[in-house]
Nanobody, 114 residues
């Protein structure tokens, strides 16, 4: 059974940091490109960052220099280190794994507010 389970979300003040994790199971993680998406209330889901199976990364302009995506293939886990968080980063963050098919996690809420 394929599972992507996000964790690490929560409430943080502007300027703070959070680290999201995405634990994968049920498929060959090392073969898949992995992505973080987010969806804010009333907005479409948007790509935040991606990492290929060989470690190449890409970021949305809005998070470049603040967020870092990484993966640990030995642990079948992907991470998103989020620094200097802003209120506009508030959203549900989703983990996505993609090769020929794609898989989604259930999401984790990130709220940036004072």
């Amino acid at each position: 059974q394929v599972q992507l389970v996000e964790s690490g979300g929560g409430l943080v003040q502007p300027g703070g940091s959070l680290r999201l994790s995405c634990a994968a199971s049920g498929f060959t993680f090392i073969n898949y490109a992995m992505y973080w998406y987010r969806q804010a209330p009333g907005k479409q889901r948007e790509l935040v960052a991606g990492i290929t199976n060989t470690g190449s990364t890409n970021y949305a302009d809005s998070v470049k220099g603040r967020f870092t995506i990484s993966r640990d293939n030995a642990k079948n886990t992907m991470y998103l280190q989020m620094n200097r968080l802003k209120p506009e980063d508030t959203a549900i963050y989703y983990c996505n794994g993609r090769r020929i098919v794609e898989y989604w996690g259930q999401g984790t809420q990130v709220t940036v507010s004072s």
